[in-house]
């Protein structure tokens, strides 16, 4: 007599070939979107990064003009910078004296500029209350990086204030790192 089995079950373990197929194929998509994204998140912290080296190099030329109460200058030559002091006596043979050397890491593709400017300022100097003396007006550097997509501005005003700011914004309660009306920060 034939009759039914007992006991038969019949469960399915794992995936099939179709829903492995598509899981790949969902896992290449998302991955592929992510890189790009990291990699524009990438570039763009190094547009930061060099502009906070940027205005720490700045603010060292400031302090130390102020603390060695002389004239100090900031120096940037091109993905380098200097900070050196100026001599009291331009009669003098003194030369300048170099406080200290730096260097914008991870610099490869950005680049500064200088708003409304065909090139940068290369020598800010300070006074020894830390204001501007030359230029002989503010400074807006522009750091900005060809794969990236966000920019960085650097302003210095003829009283000495620094700050940093997005000059893709625009100042507000909502943007706080925005630039003003006049686009300094």
Not at 12 to 35: D, N, P, Y
Not at 40 to 52: C, L, M, N, P, Y
Request: charged residues 15%; aromatic residues 4%; glycine residues 8%.
């Amino acid at each position: 007599m034939l009759g039914k089995p007992k006991n038969l079950a019949i469960s399915m373990v794992g995936f099939g070939l179709i829903e492995l197929l598509i899981t790949i194929s969902l896992l290449g998509i998302l991955t592929t979107l992510a890189v790009d994204n990291f990699g524009t998140w990438i570039q763009d912290t190094k547009s930061r990064s060099v502009a906070e080296s940027l205005q720490n190099g700045i603010r060292l030329a400031q302090t130390e003009a102020v603390k060695q109460s002389q004239k100090t200058s900031f120096i940037l030559k091109g993905k380098n910078w200097t900070v050196q002091t100026t001599p009291r006596n331009s009669s003098s043979s003194t030369t300048s004296q170099t406080i200290h050397n730096g260097a914008f890491a991870d610099a490869g593709l950005v680049t500064i500029s200088e708003k409304n400017k065909t090139s940068p300022t290369t020598q800010l100097t300070f006074n020894s209350i830390g204001r501007l003396t030359l230029p002989t007006s503010d400074v807006n550097y522009i750091v900005s990086n060809s794969h990236g997509k966000r920019r960085m501005q650097v302003s210095i005003t003829i009283a000495g204030k620094m700050r940093m700011c997005d000059p893709d914004k625009n100042l507000s309660a909502a943007n706080p790192d925005g630039v003003d009306a006049n686009g300094s920060c």
